[in-house]
């Protein structure tokens, strides 16, 4: 079934349920988030009442540290839709900026230039790629 919405229609839709997918997983990711630091606070409290460890990094954490550093907020925000799906970017997003102020922002932003693209081929040019018969 085909709604025959126009492109700006299209481009309205698409950002109205992107942006609120954002959130919701932005506000699920903080949830979990927290919820995990609870977790594993006890047993950290516990474990330092009988000896102090010293911190280190391990591979994961340099990698981890890698990626945040070589594409930042606007790689992750600009990747999203694209390559990661919107939960798993708004996961990234929390986690690593959740004080930045422009991080819904360059969200959105993100959102609405991969719609514009999306809509843009599907509408005018998928003719040039695929022969309608």
């Known amino acids: 079934m085909q709604f025959r919405f126009s492109f700006w229609e299209t481009i309205l839709w698409t950002n109205v349920g992107g942006m609120l997918g954002m959130y919701f997983f932005a506000f ?3 949830k979990i988030l927290n919820w995990w630091k609870s977790l594993f606070r006890k047993k950290r409290e516990a474990e330092n009442r009988h000896e102090r460890r010293k911190a280190w990094f391990t591979k994961k954490n340099r990698r981890i540290v890698r ?5 930042g907020l606007i790689g992750i925000a600009f990747t999203t839709p694209l390559i990661l799906s919107i939960p798993l970017g708004a996961f990234l997003v929390i986690r690593y900026y959740r004080h930045s102020r422009v991080k819904f922002t360059c969200l ?26």
Do not use: R
């Open 28 to 30: 699920l990711s903080g």
């Open 67 to 71: 990626i945040k550093q070589k594409y």
């Open 108 to 133: 959105f932003l993100s959102n609405v230039f991969w719609s514009v693209v999306y809509t843009g081929f599907y509408m005018f040019g998928n003719h040039l790629l695929f022969k309608q018969g």
